[in-house]
């Protein structure tokens, strides 16, 4: 069954790989499955059509047959239980991989979305510049715990899995500000999930669409 | 094989149910497993034998023979996994069941940690009262979208499963806020998740620890 999943048709992040849709591509070119993209203007996304399939007017969605999923973690998770790749065979270690993915965007994603919120959503109030060493700092709190956590492991638990696929996805999200380089042990292991070719392929598919573009606001 | 959770010694929340804890004890309630639970002081839980299980230093924890999990979205869909009474059978409804618990906690739960933000983290800051409106309205941004797409129906997707657990979880933090009451379906749906038999139980038991201590700091 073919697998058709949603992105920006012109990405708010001009290509740098953070939309979400480059995490479910990752997920694909870990497992190997081909997929067909419907790009989705900015105009279209609070629009019925598309909220019919993700009712918070957001991307991705994934299609495969009669299946509708939204969620970014969900989709991860469905690709990973139905083919190799992305989840270990022990039951336990499969349990714990899938812990980290809820630990990603539960526990260490929050703090990273109030980041965009202080920078776009609040940018203009008068509050932002002395809010944002709080929230920074937050951030540091949660990355220490997860650097003491990690120490010099490759993975997270044993071989790559759909955790680290989500742990480095939400993480790379704050290179740009610097604080991701401020763990070494972290920016390592973030390095080490671009570096996979299933990555690498993910991005250079959102980049063939996206930097050719103006940034979208 | 016993399994043991951790919750805390002395909520904050002085036996609201509104520790993560009441999560996995309604879940365990749900699927008929007894459980023991390990009382962790505040004092103890940045300590190493804690974060040896849980990283970041909170709670719950589940242990069961030799796995250790945190997360509670993991430690709940372990169990839906492994006993019946939180998934379907059907593979496509499954996938979706799956989809509102990463639905609750990655895209309806984040603006409602931000209003614990303002209130608890940053009360005592200039901008505390004006941030706070800003911050409700994204969460009413989003209940308005969630409403949309429940409109009368009981469940998010059929019968009740781990996804209504974890949505109605959420959502029932809004209670003390009034943001939930403005919602009268979403109201009405936690108040049908809190009318269950199982959720009843789970409340009871953190009641009976919590409630006759005072409030911690």
Redesign the interface.
Known sequence: MTITITAFERSPDGGMGLARDTRVRWALEEVGQPYEVRYVAHSAMKEPAH?RLQ????IPTYEEG??V???????I??LAQHHAGLLPDDA?AR??A??W???A???V??PI??LV?VKF??GD???CK??MP?VAD?IRH?FG??S??MGDTEWLDGAFSAGDLMMVSVLLRTKPSGILAEFPNLAAYVARGEARDAYKRAFAAQWAVNAAKPVAS
Chains 1, 2 share one sequence.
């Open positions: 909220l009712p918070f007017g957001q009669e299946l999923l939204f969620e970014t973690g969900a989709i998770l469905h336990n349990a714990r899938i812990m993915m809820f630990a965007v539960n526990s994603e929050p979305l109030e919120t959503v609040e109030k008068p509050w002395e809010r709080l937050r949660r715990q997860l003491a956590r």
